[in-house]
């Protein structure tokens, strides 16, 4: 497996298909090919399990290569924390002991404070910093200068974790996935599941566009497609997809290092010498059925959203209206026909990025930007994931609906599932459970998307 250039859509182009065999049989398939896979995939066969993972387009070809590269533990929902600790454990040590490098640094992430009301809000995360002993501190505006330089004129403060650091996006994934295949993984590009088939109830083949894979054991890490694989299986996945614009500049010499989480503008330092940036409050939904069917699960999300998200309707609505809902499993799905999400980016956001870059941080007031490019986020209801075995099909497992936290968060969940698969479970994942949201159970929405 070849690593990218540094043009971010390189990702996502080229040839998907892979030339490993379609072995006959598994003890796990994993479905997807996103950082969860493959980081699932990873830990699986470092503990000896024999995994296939199928990915239907291409490694890391949807958000877990779109996203900013944020590994940060700032600003989390306290359920994600222990799954947080672990997935940064794994990032520091990952290349010294695989000799891969993922682009990882350690560089910190700074919430700014925009007036003296967001600063304040900040004092309910660094109590839970305390309870978990992660260093945060938060900085009045001189403080913030020697961090940032003349961007601190903007803010009035802000709040500052050391041990966040960033990654390389189109990379890291690329870089775990090359990390499974030397433990012993297959992974298989170009070759959607379709579905799967039972025996006296339980699991017992994958049926993949390469050939069957006899196996009792499946884990769905399908991205922003789980919801729907899983209805074709009867199983109710509340997930909605908003779209994300992100765009890259050339490199650009400053002091200006880490990430910064501002609501106009959000940078992060590339490997590169430029700066992955993005809008800091801009999301797109485009309204469908399901937004419609799932309306009351997210009425919470919305309001803490409202601000943040772009409301449309087109023919999204239609697609998914008109999209089969079931398949002969001997034919050609609609993975096939759909192999990568690439939706386009906002022209009007991209248009206020560059507006407002050098605005913001003065130093970057002469950077261009040379890249755009647009993700789809799954999200769930409280913006916390799904990490569930589905009881209806034993041997099922569900991760989905990371909420554009799982890059950050994709090694240690793909460690936690692992276990969770062999039964030596790490943490308690009864928070992540997909009955939350059938159970009564109210919905508690800790961070956002």
Not at 57 to 74: A, D, K, L, P
Not at 80 to 102: C, G, H, K
Not at 348 to 373: C, F, H, M, R
């Amino acid at each position: 497996m070849t690593l990218v250039s540094q043009n971010v859509s390189s990702t996502w182009s080229g040839v998907f298909q892979s030339s490993a065999k379609t072995p006959a049989a598994a003890d796990v398939v994993i479905i997807g090919g996103g950082i969860i896979g493959v980081s699932a995939a990873y830990f699986l066969a470092k503990d000896g399990i024999k995994v296939c993972l199928c990915e239907k387009g291409y490694i890391s070809g949807e958000q877990s290569g779109r996203n900013w590269g944020f590994v940060r533990i700032q600003g989390r929902d306290e359920r994600e924390i222990p799954m947080v600790l672990e997935s940064q454990r794994i990032w520091r040590y990952f290349a010294s002991q695989t000799d891969i490098d993922t682009g990882y640094r350690e560089g910190g992430c700074l919430f700014t404070g925009n007036d003296e009301k967001e600063l304040k809000s900040f004092q309910a995360w660094l109590e839970l910093a305390k309870k978990y002993d992660i260093p945060t501190e938060l900085l009045d505006q001189k403080e913030l200068r020697n961090e940032v330089g003349l961007a601190a004129n903007k803010w009035v403060g802000g709040i500052l974790t050391r041990t966040d650091g960033r990654a390389e996006p189109q990379k890291a994934t690329l870089a775990i996935a090359r990390a499974a295949e030397n433990l012993g993984a297959t992974l298989l590009t170009g070759c959607s599941v379709r579905g799967i088939e039972t025996s006296g109830g339980s699991l017992s083949r994958v049926v993949t566009e390469k050939g069957p894979i006899d196996t009792s054991t499946v884990l769905c890490a399908a991205g922003a497609w789980s919801s729907y694989f899983c209805r074709s299986l009867g199983i109710n996945v509340p997930q909605l997809k908003v779209r994300g614009t992100v765009a890259r500049t050339n490199p650009v010499k400053t002091k200006l290092n880490g990430t910064i989480f501002d609501r106009q503008i959000s940078i992060r330092k590339r490997n590169d010498g430029g700066y992955t940036v993005a809008h800091g409050s801009t999301l797109d939904h485009a309204i469908t059925p399901s937004t419609l069917k799932y309306s009351t699960k997210y009425l919470r999300a919305l309001i803490n959203e409202y601000s943040v998200l772009k409301l449309s309707i087109g023919s999204d609505f239609i697609d998914e209206l008109t999209a089969p809902k079931q398949w002969d499993l001997d034919k050609r799905s609609p993975f096939e026909m759909n192999r990568v999400l690439n939706p386009t980016p906002n022209k009007k956001t991209i248009s206020q990025i560059q507006k407002k870059l050098g605005e913001v941080y003065p130093e970057l007031k002469d950077a261009n930007i040379v890249e755009s490019w647009a993700g789809m986020v799954e999200t769930t209801p409280d913006v916390v994931p799904v990490i569930s075995h589905i009881d209806k099909i034993p041997g099922f497992y569900l991760s989905t609906g990371f909420s554009g936290h799982g890059f950050g968060i994709g090694p240690g969940a793909g460690s936690v599932i692992s276990k969770l698969i062999q039964n030596k479970p790490t943490i308690d994942v009864g928070e992540f459970r997909l009955g939350r949201f059938f159970d009564g159970s109210p919905i508690r929405i800790g961070a956002g998307i």
